[in-house]
């Protein structure tokens, strides 16, 4: 196996050197069931043909489980990576954080406890980085469920969540954490993608049981307030989406969980979509993550470090 994984990660060295240049590739975050590795990646050149990056590049530590579920990752202008993940499947208040200038070597990692002042909380789900940059902060979504709170519909009342935020500069000084969208049904899952000043769209599962799809909402700020929930884009059963822009489209990958692949639709304006599944390839075995951009030196140096066997976690 290790030897498979050396001749795989030179051919790809040896790919990326016939290239040239310093271009930014794809790269998407990634876990293995069950979610107690760690932090994996995969990278593309045209966002739609995917290569794995062998190796665990960080182990989760934190909650009561140690898991490191939905890992999602922006780039900041300065240079820097900043990641949330799911830490547990209950019973943990907040989301894990850290950062890296290398995706190689990480700070130590943190526990963010955005539900701390709600005590009944009974999870923090699938957190979702988005870099705010007209006033240079972050937002992180994610979903919990907290009894009672809301009208309980068709799903149980341990499985009712809705979606919070909170924003932050630097994950020292932190907001208080506030609801995002409480669309009348259980939902997780969401994504924010800016299109254009005052002008934002969620992506979001529809978590009720006869559902278990994706839609969309629309809003003139992050932070909202977004519009009714459309109809579903999706079939039933899926989860985990990230959206990336390719030339003047969006593309938006979503785990086809029941069926253990991965789909993906094309839109430009995320009201008329192309399913473009048979179009794409993805690694078998990948879970839901994050599309975000690295320089290529970026992409050359983790398959070097994955060649030799050499990744350092922390720094």
Known sequence: MKKLR????????????????????Y??????????????????????????????????ELGQHQLMRDPSMVRTPDGTYHLVWTTSWKGDLGFGYAHSKDLIHWSEQQMIPVMADEPTTINVWAPEIFYDD????????????????????IEEENNNHRLYYITTKDFKTISKAKLLYDPGFSTIDAVIVKRAKNDYVMVLKDNTRPERNLKTAFSDSPTGPYSSASQPFTESFVEGPTVEKVGDDYLIYFDVYKKKIYGAMRTKDFRNFTDITNDVSIPAGHKHGTIFKAPETVVKTLLEHSRFNSIPQSY
């Not at 990660?9 to 790919?15: D, H, N, V």
């Not at 007209?134 to 519909?153: H, I, L």
């Open 134 to 153: 007209e006033n240079d902060q972050f937002m992180v979504v994610w979903a919990s469920c907290v009894p009672g709170r809301f009208e309980k519909g």
């Open 27 to 60: 790269m998407f975050t990634s876990f293995h069931e069950p979610a107690d590795e760690g932090l994996r990646y995969l990278y593309s050149e045209d966002g739609m043909h995917w290569d794995s990056i062998p190796g665990i590049w960080l182990k989760p």
């Open 6 to 25: 050396n001749t795989l990660a030179a051919i790809s060295l040896l790919f990326l050197a016939s290239c040239g240049g310093n271009k930014d590739y």
